[in-house]
């Protein structure tokens, strides 16, 4: 057990891992601040806000890769507005990430710190993350950890390769998604009628939010291009042409699959609780019950799946406001009418989820 939970704890930090590696200039190693030196700054208005610029200078001693025990002078760059900065300055003893190349004598030079190390708090948070599923869900919170490295995997190790080589986003992130919840359900609940009633509920609904999203965005001209990290995309080595659309509705589908999952597996172990506590219930009652069931659900899902997309915009909707930005003007821009797009077809393929695993639970129950 030990050994697993240390493999999924690795493996949930493999994104950290990965940006880290996408910054890389020359070399990009962790490194431990030992001295503080001399640091500069100047304080500037524009536009009536007020920030300031400080360059500080580190002397810091690498901690591993050919230069390791080295002990080179960095400069940590950061522009913080009003007195924010005191959280950005770096401190003695703390853990970074050092950027730099090599002269010809096989020295480091431009050295400079790109970020803290942050990947010990990123451990402790997920260690007892792991720690109270496997407390309070014993059995299932094994099988949920599974299930959640399964799902990781499969989103890191062969969803983004594939898009990475070509191929089409949203018919990937379909047919990977209801590979994921065939699996997770599979694993959760094993191989029975509740298990097939759920599954098929909710590739139901994540397949309708996958078509609805496609509908509606291709005829609204959405872009996809809404988001500068989707921009950046156009340099990356791989020289792919993406289908930035498909890119959009690929994340509609990843982001609603989750609270699509929570209702169709409410529901269809609903169902089954009534079924075997009364044997003789018919497949009216299974299905008025199942429908009570989801309009329970439905108001709080929903919910939090349009606060957890306007969570995601918030700056943007701050930014709106504080310059009195027309309202008809924010909704048709790219950026918030794909947000709104994004949130509403998760929601509505969450709802079409409730009928659909309601009628084939109820079928299969009663069969």
Known sequence: MKKFLTVLLLFLLLPVGFSMAATDVAYSVRAKVVELLEHTGNEVNELADSYYFESQFVKVRILEGEHKGKKVMAEHSTTAYFTDYETYRLKKGDRVFITYNIDDYGEPVDIYVTDLVRENYLLLITALFVFLILILGRGQGVKTIITLFITVFIVIKILIP????????????????????????????????????????????????????????SSARLTGLAQEETLMLINIPQEVRFNYQGLLFSGIIIGSMGAVMDVGMSIASALYEIKNANPDVTFSQLVRSGLNVGRDVMGTMSNTLILAYAGGALNLIL?????????????????????????????????????????????????
């Open 162 to 217: 594939l898009i990475l080589k070509g191929f089409p986003p949203l018919l990937t992130s379909v047919v990977l998604c209801s590979i994921v919840i065939l699996i997770s359900f599979l694993i959760i609940t094993g191989w029975n009628k509740k298990t097939h009633a759920a599954a098929i509920g909710t590739v139901s609904g994540v397949v309708i939010a996958g078509a609805l999203a496609l509908i509606i965005g």
């Open 319 to 367: 930014l709106f406001t504080a310059y009195d930005i027309p309202f008809g003007q924010i909704i048709n821009g790219d950026y918030m009418a794909s947000e709104i797009v994004r949130a509403l077809a998760g929601s509505i393929g969450l709802i079409i989820t409730i009928p659909c695993t309601t009628l084939i639970a109820a079928k299969l129950y009663t069969k």
